[in-house]
């Protein structure tokens, strides 16, 4: 069965461009959830995105959206990139379940540099 | 408002020993713990869950333990290997919210 999996695997911007990046869950997956890690730091929470609504959004300006599509896929989009969106960006996927731990699957990563 | 907290910023155990890594959480409504291990550049990796009903679960060389008086969980590592050198996060769900992760602690497994 496939992972996760997320493109591009790298990504070079200038200031003030666009980036978008896509991630396709696990085939069964509904949930699609985003996360930011910037060198040294932990996972900061994105996005949540299940069965197609945005759910939930972590503490990031407007400027970072993204959509899931009616195949569960993801796009996330960063505008007026800043020097500081240099980060990996990580996907994951779920199913939500009842009575289970919605264990999340990640993807391998884009990595974004801004300069 | 960090509902959970892995003090613990670095861990350094020699090779064959046991690791143990700590996380507290603050809110009694998480149903679920789990364990995630990542090494850089790549995706975290699932390693184990336990329900809040339970105090134990394991697998292989992979042990949690949950004190929910405490509000404290634990991964146990025996052996340890070098390996398991990498950055270990804790997370905790409470059912129709997202995942609540800590900030991670970086294990080194000396050989």
């Known amino acids: 069965e496939a992972g996760v999996t997320q493109s591009p695997t790298h990504l070079i911007k200038t200031r003030g461009q666009q980036a978008t990046l896509r991630c396709s869950p696990i085939?069964?997956?509904?949930?699609v959830y985003w996360y930011q890690q910037a060198l040294g730091l932990g996972l900061q929470f994105l996005l949540w995105?299940?069965?197609?609504?945005?759910?939930n959004r972590g503490n990031f300006p407007p400027r970072f959206s993204g959509r899931q599509f009616p195949n569960y896929s993801s796009e996330l989009n960063v505008n007026a990139l800043e020097l500081e969106d240099s980060a990996l960006y990580l996907c994951?996927?779920?199913?939500?379940?009842?009575?289970?731990?919605?264990?999340?699957?990640f993807g391998p990563g884009t990595r974004l540099t801004v300069l | 408002d960090q509902q959970v907290k892995q003090n613990s910023p670095s861990l350094s155990v020699q090779e064959g020993r046991i690791s143990i890594l700590n996380c507290d959480y603050t809110n009694s409504m998480f149903d679920y713990f789990l364990w995630y291990k990542k090494y850089p550049a790549e995706g975290p990796t699932f390693l184990i869950s336990i329900s809040s009903i339970k105090d134990k679960n394991e697998d292989g060389r992979f042990t949690v333990f949950l004190n929910k008086s405490a509000k404290h969980l634990s991964l146990h590592i025996v052996p340890s290997q070098p390996g398991d050198s990498a950055v270990y996060f804790c997370a905790a769900r409470r059912y129709g919210n997202k995942l609540v992760f800590g900030a991670g602690t970086i294990l080194r497994v000396k050989s």
């Open positions: 995105y299940d069965e197609g609504e945005e759910r």
């Open positions: 994951a996927s779920t199913l939500p379940e009842r009575g289970g731990p919605d264990t999340q699957y």
């Open positions: 085939s069964g997956h509904t949930s």
